[in-house]
């Protein structure tokens, strides 16, 4: 999610639906295989988000690769800094 937008409220009750799936799966499948096909998943999805030309419909492939790349990228990022910070208070990350 862009930095230069507000995020709406429901953004986050959204991922942490797939979260908590994630969670649930995790208990028959080891976490990286949770890991790949949650990217799997995602790739697959916005790649038939951006053909049905939902999102913008002049937008190239490069285009939204390059979004698609930088968007994980800052997320990413930003979910290892706030996770590490709890780990690094000894919460662990129970809740997630």
């Excluded at 990217?39 to 939204?64: C, I, V």
């Amino acid at each position: 999610m862009d930095s230069d937008h507000e995020v709406p409220p429901e953004f986050h009750e959204i991922s942490n639906e797939f979260v908590n799936l994630a969670n649930s799966l995790s208990e028959k499948w080891p976490r990286s295989r949770i890991s790949a096909t949650l990217m799997y998943a995602a790739a697959r999805f916005n790649a038939y988000n951006w053909l049905s030309g939902q999102t913008d419909p002049d937008q190239t492939e490069s285009e939204a690769t390059a979004y698609y790349s930088q968007q994980y990228r800052e997320m990413f990022l930003k979910n290892a800094k706030e996770l590490r910070a709890a780990f690094e208070k000894g919460g662990g990350l129970e809740s997630e």
